[in-house]
């Protein structure tokens, strides 16, 4: 009699022990298919907030809702089954207060069956953090390069390169990691900045345009699959160009379709014959 095969999901405090071990593997996932193709792969799916330009056509992540978050962090449950899952908290459902924070967080918690929720922010975002942490929701927190933030840095560029720069960064990773959480993504960060902050705090670094020497790291998956835009920024390395096969797929379809070759027969059902018995 063969065993059943029990499948036990990665947790947060398995990502948390990951620090200074072997690095950690994350994508980005914001349906079911796509869940199910990484899962198997990765310790943790991250549903970010980027949904809202690889999806949506979106310019940045500002106009992205807590109900749009909630249900793609459903669809990427309902494809996954090994990975960590952790949903992005958008723009202003949790920097008003950690009260409301609690509130939309606990939502995303209770309607996704997610682990967690990643927040972005440093000092000012520690007490929320705390506030989280303590009431029973683990927390990725995120320095560095914050995509919430883009039009008050003056757009997206990297930080670091200068000493008040570097000074935040480093005070802020160790705010959010006094303030509980437990690990940090560290996004477009000189390198030098992103080696330093990861020898400096205790929880794992996730880097994204940072450091090779980070505790992890994580793209966006339809970056490294060559189905997201033409532009390619410097931190992405692409391991397919899919596009083109799917910009073939859909020719040839079109062609059969407008020849009349599609559908076939094979592709059709046959009548059945109905009994003239009463």
Do not use: W
């Amino acid at each position: 009699m063969s065993k059943e095969i029990v499948t036990r999901r990665v947790t947060t405090r398995d990502i948390r022990l990951k620090k200074a071990g072997e690095p950690v593997v994350a994508l980005t996932a914001y349906t079911a298919p796509m869940a199910r193709l990484l899962d198997r792969h990765v310790d943790l799916l991250l549903v970010g907030d980027s949904l809202g330009m690889v999806v949506y056509g979106m310019d940045t992540t500002i106009g992205v809702t807590l109900d749009m978050m909630i249900c793609h962090a459903q669809a990427v449950m309902r494809g996954s089954e090994h990975a960590c899952v952790i949903v992005d908290m958008p723009f202003g459902s949790y920097q008003e207060s950690p009260a409301q924070a609690f509130r939309n967080a606990a939502r995303i918690m209770a309607e996704t069956g997610a682990a967690g929720v990643k927040l972005e922010g440093g000092v000012e975002m520690a007490e929320t953090i705390e506030f989280l942490v303590t009431r029973g929701i683990p927390v990725f927190g995120h320095v560095g390069l914050k995509p919430q933030a883009v039009h008050a840095i003056g757009g997206f560029r990297a930080q670091g390169r200068g000493e008040a720069e570097i000074r935040q960064i480093r005070t802020d990773a160790k705010a959010v990691s006094d303030a509980g959480a437990f690990a940090v993504v560290l996004e477009g960060t000189v390198e030098p900045v992103a080696r330093a902050v990861t020898a400096e705090i205790p929880i794992p670094t996730i880097g994204i345009g940072a450091s090779p020497a980070c505790d992890g790291q994580i793209l966006v998956t339809e970056d490294i699959l060559g189905l997201f835009g033409t532009f390619t920024p410097k931190f992405v390395k692409r391991y397919a160009e899919l596009a083109p096969a799917v910009d073939g797929a859909v020719e040839q379809y079109a062609a059969e379709v407008r020849s009349r070759v599609f559908p076939g027969p094979e592709h059709c059902f046959a009548a059945t014959k109905i009994s003239s018995e009463h």
